[in-house]
């Protein structure tokens, strides 16, 4: 059975042909997005483009999209998109004009905790946790071997659990996310205004200038010694694995698969949050437990987006 599965991430759209019984990559293509407040329309007449590249035959059963956002149910609706600025868009509407009717949005986390659980990391395993931590930070939940979307397909949003009491702006317009303060984007924000009130660091001699320190700078200065990065990984590690580790306790995985473009850019802060994670978490829950990197990496999300769509009837309209 063939399927396409496309993920829109906050640069580009990334899109493969998979047969989806044994999990293979047919053909694959990416396209970047020509700017940063990219319209929806846009969106959906590159996600067309990109299909049809992969799929000129149309052998599809259908596309499934793995989207970085917050979805309301299964209407296609996208409540809030941090990475394109949009609210409440019928963004499933605008891709289905492109694509045909055979189309459903998936939270894109809930996309690559299938595909991991599937055909990757956790594969066999019946109960994940999958966690990214890259731009934002999402989870996906497959329990009993079945995915996990919840009531309205929010399922495994760790990345908006609260870890800070009124605390930090988190794109989602709340305080105290675990987004705000653990994402690449808020922890480079954060270092930038730290840095340029006063802070010092050897990140920024790593990095060339206060305005191109990232994670990746700050785990390189931390790695050796320095004070700033020091003390800054050992907060956000702490609530890194602080909220690994409740995700843990509450849903009592065989296997937390981790992944994004800071866990495996920053290796000195994934360990830490690992040590901090064990320390948490309670001792019966450890038993028969692991942590694991992503097994299939930036194909993940198609790879579960196109197994999902393959797999379920079609949605007509559901809230």
């Known amino acids: 059975m063939l399927a396409v599965g496309v993920d829109l991430g906050a640069t580009n759209a990334r899109a493969a ?56 149910g299964w209407s296609g609706v996208v409540v809030i998109a941090p990475n394109f600025g949009w609210k409440e868009i019928d963004f499933r509407s605008l891709v289905r004009a492109e694509v045909g009717e055979r189309c459903e949005l998936y939270n894109d986390l809930n996309a690559i905790a299938y595909g991991e659980a599937r055909y990757g990391g956790a594969r066999g395993v019946r109960d994940v946790v999958c966690v990214y ?7 996906g939940l497959v329990i009993n071997g079945q995915l996990y979307a919840g009531a309205t397909h ?21 305080r105290g996310c675990l987004e705000a303060y653990t994402s690449g984007r808020n922890i480079q924000k954060r270092a930038q205004e730290e840095l340029r009130g006063g802070e010092r660091s050897l990140a920024v001699e790593l990095a060339g200038g206060i305005d191109h320190v990232h994670a990746g700078f700050l785990d390189e ?11 800054l990984w050992e907060e956000v590690s702490t609530l890194l694995g602080m909220a690994l580790a409740n995700a843990v306790t509450l849903c009592n995985p065989s296997r937390l698969v981790m992944g994004g473009g800071v866990w495996q850019g920053a290796p000195e802060l994934a360990r830490r949050s690992i040590a901090r994670l064990f320390e948490f978490v309670n001792q019966p829950s450890r038993e ?3 942590v694991v990197d992503t097994a299939l990496g930036d194909s993940a999300g198609m790879l579960g ?13 559901e809230g």
């Open 221 to 231: 200065a931390a790695r050796r010694g320095d004070v700033y990065a020091g003390r």
């Open 17 to 72: 042909l998979i047969d989806v019984d044994a999990g293979k990559v047919l053909a694959e293509t990416k396209r970047p997005w020509p700017s940063h407040d990219v319209a929806p329309s846009a969106v959906a007449s590159i996600v067309g483009t990109v299909v049809r590249e992969v799929d000129p035959k149309n052998e599809r059963v259908g596309v499934g999209i793995g989207f970085a956002g917050m979805l309301r």
């Open 133 to 139: 931590v890259g731009t934002g930070v999402g989870g």
């Open 154 to 174: 929010l399922g495994g949003e760790i990345g908006h659990t609260k870890v800070i009491p009124g605390g930090r702006l988190c794109g989602c317009g709340m």
């Open 288 to 290: 028969g437990f692991e």
């Open 305 to 317: 987006a196109a197994a999902l769509i393959a797999g379920q009837p079609a949605r007509e309209g």
